[in-house]
């Protein structure tokens, strides 16, 4: 059987660093307490609300009034809390 024949490779030649600037990359430190805070905070809202929803919404005046909007009301601030939690360092 014949042998086949070598190809001989290029040699790599990285491309011209001139072509390319590079950016300054901004180091960011931890996230602010307050940050945090207001993160924790909106989600133990939220998951207030709804235990107070289920446990004394019909004696509440105005949570009675909003009906079926309280589960709206205490899942919102529990999913924003949660979405705070993406930007948390």
């Keep these: 059987m014949p042998k086949s024949k070598v ?3 290029v040699a790599y030649t990285p491309p011209p660093s ?3 600037t590079a950016a300054a ?5 931890p996230t602010h307490p307050v940050y945090v805070a207001v993160m924790l905070g909106l989600m133990l809202v939220g998951l207030g609300w709804l ?4 446990l004394a919404g019909p004696s509440i005046g105005f949570m009675l009034a909003l009906g079926s909007w309280n589960f709206l009301i205490g899942f919102s601030l529990i ?3 949660l979405l ?3 930007r948390w360092r």
């Design 25 to 29: 990359v901004r180091a960011t430190g």
């Design 18 to 20: 001139d072509r390319r």
């Design 84 to 86: 705070m939690t993406m």
């Design 79 to 81: 999913v924003i809390g």
């Design 7 to 9: 190809r001989k490779k």
């Design 51 to 54: 235990v107070v929803n289920y």
